[in-house]
């Protein structure tokens, strides 16, 4: 009864150096988020994808990228990582049944710092 | 774009009391769905009530109950006897249906329950 994994979940970069978190959902969702989590800012989408091979940005995008790789598996990208992306990401998936959202299942989360 | 808003960054209720958490929205859809997530301590989120602003009839689990205001755009949360374990920061996010799973949250209420 997995869920939602995340990987890793914690994480120190450096300014400038890059790196991937992973996430993978075993239940057949279609839906798939990448949330960043901050003090008094709540949970602000990065990006989503509403199905496998489509992605959308989101409330705050900007030096991220994404890949949907199938259906299990979203992954968000820090190509040069700045002090500002500190913060705890989370990934999420859901799905919809007649239109009808259903609930969200959420990772864990993981903690990154970068210096 | 929607956005949500939560007014009360942190609130504090005594055990056994009834306490009310405040969230409004903006958006310009007729048919939407509502969410009130907690998130205690452990990071994990849980998925306390949901509503479909379709529905008159608030919705309502056991202790926690809403009351929705589509005119007014509010979806208030409230948790009566409260207890010890409701300890955590809630969430209140917005869903539209079909085909766009764009689900975004309000930046927080931090509940307190005082022994």
């Known amino acids: 009864n997995a869920g939602v994994t995340q990987t890793p979940k914690f994480q120190v970069l450096k300014t400038g150096q890059s790196m991937t978190l992973q996430c993978a959902q075993d239940?057949?969702?279609?839906?798939m988020y990448w949330y960043r989590q901050d003090p008094g800012m709540g949970l602000r989408l990065i990006y989503y994808?509403?199905?496998?091979?489509?992605?959308d940005k989101g409330e705050v995008p900007n030096g991220y990228n994404v890949s949907r790789l199938n259906k299990r598996e979203f992954s968000l990208r820090l190509e040069s990582a700045a002090p500002s992306q500190t913060s705890v990401y989370f990934c999420?998936?859901?799905?919809?049944?007649?239109?009808?959202?259903?609930?969200?299942?959420f990772g864990q989360g993981t903690r990154l710092t970068v210096v | 774009a929607q956005t949500v808003t939560q007014s009360q960054p942190e609130m504090s209720v005594q055990e056994a009391e009834t306490v009310t958490l405040s969230c409004t929205y903006d958006?310009?859809?007729?048919?939407?769905?509502l969410f009130w997530y907690k998130q205690p301590p452990s990071r994990q989120m849980i998925l306390v009530i949901r509503q479909e602003a379709y529905k008159q009839q608030n919705a309502t689990e056991n202790r926690f109950s809403v009351n929705f205001q589509k005119a007014a755009k509010s979806f208030s949360l409230k948790i009566s006897d409260s207890q010890l374990g409701d300890t955590a920061m809630y969430f209140c996010a917005f869903m539209k249906p079909y085909g766009n799973n764009d689900m975004r949250f309000g930046a927080g209420t931090r509940l307190t329950v005082k022994p």
């Open positions: 239940m057949n969702h279609n839906s």
């Open positions: 958006t310009s859809e007729s048919n939407y769905y």
């Open positions: 994808s509403a199905s496998e091979g489509t992605t």
């Open positions: 999420a998936s859901s799905d919809t049944r007649q239109g009808v959202p259903l609930e969200a299942f």
